[in-house]
């Protein structure tokens, strides 16, 4: 979750950046009772076929800070960037795949029937 805190720069200099888990987790590492974020809704956009998109509710729910104040734009690019190269490195590995299937199909593949006898 992006959002401002109180106090902070106006504009995209007061972003900071939260992490709202689904559960509260206890001091000894033990799952504890649901933090109160809920999807609201998926995204059904015309032409856009499995996006993740969706409305998170987080009314009341529990937040941390992560890294320091006001720096969430930053970390938010940071994370973006990272997405697309993971994404382009699946791309590239697919028809790397895809190449190899094809070649390997070829090789195999035949042509014609010997003519009767």
Request: proline letters at 6%; hydrophobic letters at 35%; one cysteine or more.
């Amino acid at each position: 979750m992006i959002t401002s805190l109180p106090g902070a720069p106006k504009g995209s200099k007061g972003i900071s950046l939260f992490i709202v888990p689904k559960f509260h987790v206890g001091e000894d590492g033990s799952l504890g009772e649901r933090n109160s974020v809920v999807c609201g809704s998926i995204e059904q956009k015309m032409g856009l076929h499995a996006s993740p998109t969706c409305e998170m509710n987080f009314d009341g729910a529990r937040a941390y800070l992560l890294e320091p104040e006001n720096r969430g734009l930053n970390y938010m690019f940071t994370f973006m960037n990272a997405m697309r190269l993971g994404t382009s490195a699946q791309g590239v590995l697919h028809s790397k795949l895809a190449l190899q299937k094809s070649q390997q199909y070829t090789r195999e593949r035949l042509q014609m029937r010997a003519p009767p006898e």
